[in-house]
């Protein structure tokens, strides 16, 4: 399974996933591959209708040149900020939930930080 969360101010959050079964076949993929992701992500602009603003971790796929191509592309409606690969201050404390990648994600984005 590959999915987004989507948030716009003023609307209700959205899910936008894709599932793939493997079955044992020939020849059949097990897993996504970059153009999957990039689907996924055409997928979402369609549906949401806006320009969009990825937080990615360092996942194999998300690091491809096809999927760098893809983004390079288009720019003008897609930005993407990649997770750094370990930061201490990011780590997730165990109390309170993943709020320190919420807090870099907002600074990134250039938005304001509350409580």
């Known amino acids: 399974m590959v999915g987004m969360a989507c948030w716009k101010p003023g609307q209700r959050s959205r899910l936008i996933y894709a599932i793939r079964e493997y079955r044992g076949r020939k020849d059949e993929p097990k897993g996504f591959g970059w153009h999957d992701f990039h689907d996924l992500v055409v997928r979402a602009r369609i549906q949401l209708g806006g320009p969009i603003m990825l937080v990615w971790d360092n996942v194999r796929l998300h690091l491809t040149s096809g999927m760098r191509e893809f983004i390079d592309a288009n720019a003008e409606w897609l930005t993407v900020f990649q997770l750094p690969t370990y ?26 930080v509350v409580g």
């Open 87 to 112: 930061a201490p201050d990011l780590a997730r404390p165990r109390a309170s939930g993943g709020v320190g990648r919420w807090v870099w994600c907002a600074k990134a984005w250039g938005g304001e």
